[in-house]
């Protein structure tokens, strides 16, 4: 039972970025917490995080995963390649971002992944991550 987690673009700003809108964690932080609950789950967990669209769409191709938890942070808003990668692969994915997106400025609410995601968890700082986990763990449970 293998989960990818991709963060997109600004993440490794976490903890400075913002603070006020994204939380005081760093991505470290927020990764260590995740691999703790991931190894109570029984699943095995990779991470990785790029500014990189390109990156991310050779990750989400190389399909070396059953669930794929993806932060595409900027690119939630802008990027069809990405839809469409996620679309042609059609494994479950689930959307999540820390902040709310759709109590945010008017072109946040429009997210171009929430239609091919199997879900999307929004505004609860990085438990909006460990929940992502836990609905990973059921999905991959109920197949
Ligand atoms: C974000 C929300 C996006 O609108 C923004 O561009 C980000 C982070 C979030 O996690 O709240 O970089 O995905």
């Known amino acids: 039972m ?4 991709i963060h997109g673009p600004n993440l490794n ?5 913002e603070p ?9 932080k927020i990764n260590r917490k995740m691999m703790a609950l991931a190894s109570e789950l029984k699943l095995k967990l990779s991470i990785m995080q790029t500014n990189s669209e390109a990156e991310i769409i050779d990750a989400i191709q190389k399909k070396d995963y059953d ?23 059609g494994k479950p994915v689930i959307e999540v971002h820390l902040s709310n997106i759709h109590k945010r400025e008017e072109f946040r609410k429009k997210s171009y992944i929430a239609e091919v995601a199997t879900g999307q968890i929004s505004g609860l700082g990085a438990e909006s991550y460990l929940l992502a986990l836990r609905a990973s763990k059921n999905i991959l449970s109920s197949n």
């Open 67 to 89: 669930v794929l938890i993806i932060n595409p942070a900027a690119y939630t808003h802008t990027s069809i390649a990405i839809r469409d990668a996620i679309s042609a692969v």
């Open 2 to 5: 293998k989960v990818l987690v």
């Open 20 to 28: 006020e809108i994204y939380g005081t964690f760093s991505l470290d």
């Open 13 to 17: 700003m976490l903890g400075k970025r």
